[in-house]
């Protein structure tokens, strides 16, 4: 189900999701290379209660990258030394070896760091640029179309690994001085923090970003480019004032061991999966898998979406049926309701909520059974029963329509400078939207509640115990470890916020895309929910999407101007996604002992790297493609972009104030608000 409430997330998973990784080949590789016990947790899932320090904590085996160490006998000790002596836990160099005191940590992450290992080489930089131009350019490419194909960072992951095993074989050991600085293309063998490195240099800013949706509804749907370089400058200061606010939150989200980020503990798996175990043996290697998997999936890709079409989409009502409207309303999966519908093209199956083997059994199918729910069973009630006098609209779309069922022309209801005409409005009539698409704005409301209740509920005294301790900051073993490196100073992501806060305010002045004033009001949500936010993420591993307040905010604020309303929510809510993905990466450094320096050098570079490829690929197809983001232009229909346009004139040109207000026939939608806060609560 497509969930406009949810499109941010849905759409662009690399820009509010870390790496994502097969969860089940993760727990095989815990059992397997560490022994772990069936009651240890599994990195990256959520559980319902989290491992804590414990006197009676199962130890822990040593998990150095040295072969030849004995395991030694691990206790969890506390940050007080006193009360370490107390219990006997006094850490004792000769008997005890430190280490994290969350169990799930100790089972993912090394202890032991080798300072002296080389990070940011010139391999990083030709492979960093590389995963990144491809990553860009496939991501950006196919988000335009119906099918949207998404390549994370587990991708680069895999196939980075052998890349720099080839380069640290074939590239010249020769050294080079440049102004007195000793450096050479092949510096030794491929190292895991080279690898680390060029993972997160690609998956920085890979995903289409979500102010190209702004550049996209502009030029397409208001018809008023934007222009590629005031287009360039929105996207960098959208996506770079994000680091601003993961770099000051680093103490309270980053150094204290307390902040686990679960996802994190997926990738650092995997990572030292590649570089510490040398034995496959003579069985099929994981890498080896991989390659035979990829081919295959490459050459198959080909069949549904040119050979053969129709195996994208096996619709059994459709064929059993083919001229009964409603079997075409219901199995339909492009406009209708998918039931019974198959497919044999992955790119179908993965183009919404991403592949689904990265979801935990228990997981997928609360989802299935949702959709079910809300598309299989709540939808064609609503429909059918011509709830809100939706019967005469398609059962499934994002469109808005006039009540008699034709397509809503925004054009005739704007001034020049589009904004809303009240007196046309009220002469045009009022905006309608389909009963699926409505209901899905409802169980958006109540699923931010619910989540919000529930992680309230269920990780509440979790959450209250680590923020205290994420105030002390009793370091661990792993920030200890990192005292080795220098620190990123504050003042250089003082400097990015002064430069893009600065850049922001120009950019909606000069091209009247916001008054200054909501430019400051829209920073304030990210500086106040960074952290609360980022503390439930880093325990709980769910992110609550924020995007409809800032809708509410800016919808009341400014009525009737939706480039403003989409501007204050990328500022507003996106700044803050992007800031969690960020400290999210460093974390995963802090785990892997990279330098600090090294890793704001690569973020940046992605960054910037990224927005400059993905706005070119926008602008290229924008430009070529005939009637692109329309159903003419499939298969470059713009789901994505077509959602965001349609809640830019909901909630920007029409407003919430008239969208759910007392006279419209959605206003029971808020009631949902209700309802998602106290399911969580038992009965």
């Known amino acids: 189900m497509h969930d406009p409430i949810d499109n941010d997330i849905e759409e662009h998973p690399l820009r509010y999701k870390e790496n994502e990784i097969d969860e089940t080949e993760i727990s095989g590789i815990l059992s397997t290379h560490f022994n772990t016990a069936s009651e240890t947790p ?11 320090p414990d006197s009676d904590a199962t130890p822990a085996p040593d998990y150095g990258i040295s072969p030849d160490k004995e395991s030694m006998e691990l206790t969890p000790l506390s940050g007080d030394d006193s009360m370490n002596e107390k219990h006997g836990l006094k850490q004792q160099t000769d008997d005890v070896e430190e280490d994290s005191p969350y169990e799930v940590v100790r089972h993912s992450v090394s202890n032991k760091d080798d300072p002296s290992m080389y990070s940011l080489t010139f391999r990083v930089w030709l492979l960093g640029i590389i995963f990144t131009g491809v990553l860009s350019f496939v991501n950006q490419f196919f988000f335009y179309r119906q099918n949207q194909l998404s390549l994370g960072g587990s991708v680069v992951q895999l196939l980075a690994f052998p890349a720099g095993y080839v380069l640290s074989r074939v590239l010249p050991t020769r050294k080079f001085t440049t102004f007195g600085w000793v450096w050479t293309l092949n510096p030794g063998p491929f190292n895991i923090k080279e690898h680390v490195l060029i993972s997160i240099f690609a998956t920085a800013s890979s995903g289409s970003p979500y102010a190209i949706d702004v550049v996209t509804i502009k030029k397409i749907w208001y018809k008023s480019d934007l222009g590629f370089v005031a287009s360039l400058l929105f996207i960098l200061t959208s996506q770079i004032m994000g680091y601003s606010f993961a770099g000051l939150a680093r103490k309270f989200l980053v150094y204290p061991a307390a902040m686990i980020w679960p996802a994190s503990l997926i990738s650092v798996t995997l990572f030292r999966t590649f570089h510490e175990i040398q034995d496959f043996g003579g069985k099929m290697s994981r890498t080896k898998m991989f390659w035979i998997c990829f081919i295959g999936s490459f050459l198959w890709y080909f069949v549904p979406n040119f050979l053969i079409p129709a195996l994208s989409y096996i619709a059994l009502l459709c064929y059993m049926a083919p001229n009964n409207v409603i079997a075409n309303q219901l199995g339909d999966s492009y406009n209708g309701l998918g039931i019974l519908n198959f497919t044999l093209d992955w790119s179908t199956i993965s183009s919404n909520m991403g592949s689904p083997i990265a979801y935990p059994w228990a997981m997928a199918c609360n989802l299935f059974a949702g959709f079910v729910v809300v598309m299989w069973i709540i939808t064609p009630i ?49 905006v309608r939207m389909s009963f699926q698409f409505a209901i899905s704005y409802g169980i ?44 990123v100073p504050h003042w250089w992501y003082i400097v990015l916020f002064v430069i893009t806060f600065a850049t922001s305010i120009a950019i909606c002045e000069i091209y009247h895309m916001m008054p200054w004033y909501w430019v400051v009001v829209a920073t304030i949500v990210p500086l106040v929910f960074t952290i609360p936010i980022g503390i439930i993420q880093a325990v709980s591993n769910q992110q609550p999407g924020l995007n409809v307040i800032t809708e509410f905010i800016i ?19 996106i700044t803050m996604t992007q800031a969690l993905n960020l400290v999210s990466d460093l974390k995963l450094g802090h785990y892997m002992k990279i330098p600090p320096r090294n ?43 077509n959602t965001f346009y349609s809640a830019s004139v909901l909630w920007g040109l029409i407003g919430p104030g008239k969208l759910f207000g007392t006279s419209s026939p959605y206003h029971p939608v808020l009631y949902l608000f209700f309802v998602g806060a106290v399911l969580p609560v038992p009965v």
């Open 382 to 430: 609503g429909y059918y029963s011509n709830t809100w006098g939706t019967g005469n609209m398609p059962i499934y779309t994002a469109h808005l329509y006039r009540t008699n069922g034709s397509a809503y022309d925004i054009h005739e209801i704007m001034t020049p400078d589009q904004h809303l005409d009240e007196a046309k409005y009220a002469e045009y009539g009022p």
């Open 444 to 487: 958006g409301f109540a699923a931010i509640m619910t989540l919000l209740v529930y992680i309230g509920l269920h990780y509440g005294p979790e959450i209250y115990q680590q923020l205290r301790q994420s105030r002390s900051i009793n370091e661990d073993v792993h920030l200890k470890l990192m005292r080795n490196y220098e620190e």
């Open 599 to 641: 890793m704001f050098v690569v973020q940046l570079a992605g960054t910037i790297l990224a927005s400059f490829i993905e706005l070119g690929v926008a602008y290229w197809l924008m430009n070529t493609v005939a009637n692109i983001c329309t159903p003419e232009g499939y298969p470059f229909t713009c789901i994505s972009a």
């Open 555 to 573: 919808g009341y604020g400014m009525p009737g101007n939706p480039i403003a309303n989409v501007t204050f929510k990328v500022y507003g809510y």
């Open 42 to 52: 599994t990195p990256g899932v959520r559980s319902k209660k989290l491992s804590f």
